[in-house]
């Protein structure tokens, strides 16, 4: 069950401390475990059942670490709970790295949006660039922030862990390439199920901002992706800017300027400060 002080805990270990270094970071070793299983295989087939076996063996492993420490009496079982919770979900992290962004040298901001978006930018121009970065916190918000906090209130620990570990396995594999096409597919379908919600609430908690521009803009161009589209529509509708990774989607609005990723910045911290309250209060009344 969600516990509102793991919970208060949880977030003022992410506030005051942001990320854990990589040596102990269990979305790290989360990671490895994939890693260790990436074997190249024949067919297809074969590459499905690893990938199946792979995720279903994660998430057992996570959820019984979730399940184990919950039974940790005391004020140590709470610490420990609240340590692990807070590697689930990333307020500050996701901030400092969107905010890295902000330079006014474009080679400096390409490198700096590389490090939060999967697409090449080196050949990307500056609005493009803004654009990335803005994109990258929406979409994010929901990843990194709701999406965990949410299953944390449904289903306590475990729920939490096991979201991570399945949205950890389709950022590492859940790609439509000739490895990963039937590897990372378990992972890629069960991520977009498990997101289904989230992105949709986040997208929700975004629009209290400017609902008209906001809905105008979810009802458009959400669908274009079934989950990650809603809450990037939402954000584009109320900044009022373009959103365009090309092939994929294109956001009408004017093209974004670097006091766009203030505008944006200054958007997310509030929606936070709201989506933390809604979860801690559905946490309470649990």
């Not at 790609?175 to 609430?201: C, M, V």
């Not at 990037?232 to 006091?259: N, Q, T, W």
């Not at 911290?269 to 309470?284: D, M, P």
Request: charged share 20%.
């Amino acid at each position: 069950m969600p516990d509102p002080l793991t919970f208060l805990l949880a977030l003022m270990i992410d506030l005051l401390i942001g990320e854990y270094p990589n040596a102990i970071h269990p979305v790290v070793w989360m990671g490895k475990i994939v890693k260790y299983f990436d074997k190249d295989a024949k067919s297809n087939a074969v590459r499905f059942v690893y990938g199946t076996t792979l995720l279903i063996l994660n998430v057992a492993i996570w959820a019984s670490v979730g399940i184990s420490i919950m039974f940790i009496p005391s004020i140590i079982g709470i610490l420990t709970q609240a340590l692990l919770l807070k590697s689930t979900f990333s307020i500050r992290g996701l901030y400092a790295h969107v905010k890295r962004c902000r330079v006014e040298d474009d080679e400096k901001m390409r490198h700096s949006v590389s490090m939060i978006v999967s697409r090449d930018t080196s050949k990307l121009d500056r609005w493009h660039l803004i654009s990335a970065a803005l994109e990258s916190l929406s979409e994010n918000t929901s990843d990194s922030i709701t999406a965990p906090l949410f299953y944390y209130t449904l289903f306590g620990l475990p729920g939490a862990l096991v979201y991570r570990v399945v949205n950890t396995m389709d950022a590492m594999i859940g790609y439509h390439t000739q490895k990963f096409e039937w590897f990372g597919k378990a992972a890629a379908r069960t991520d977009d199920a498990l997101n289904f919600i989230p992105s949709r609430l986040t997208a929700t908690f975004f629009a209290l901002f400017s609902p008209k521009k906001a809905f105008r803009s979810i009802f458009k161009y959400g669908p274009i992706k079934i989950n990650g589209t809603y809450p990037m529509s939402a954000f584009s509708g109320i900044l009022g800017v373009k959103f365009e990774k090309h092939g994929v989607y294109e956001f009408e609005g004017r093209e974004p300027e670097i006091e766009d990723l203030d505008r944006g910045l200054r958007i997310y911290a509030f929606s936070v400060l709201i989506i933390i309250s809604v979860f801690f209060l559905l946490t309470v009344a649990r």
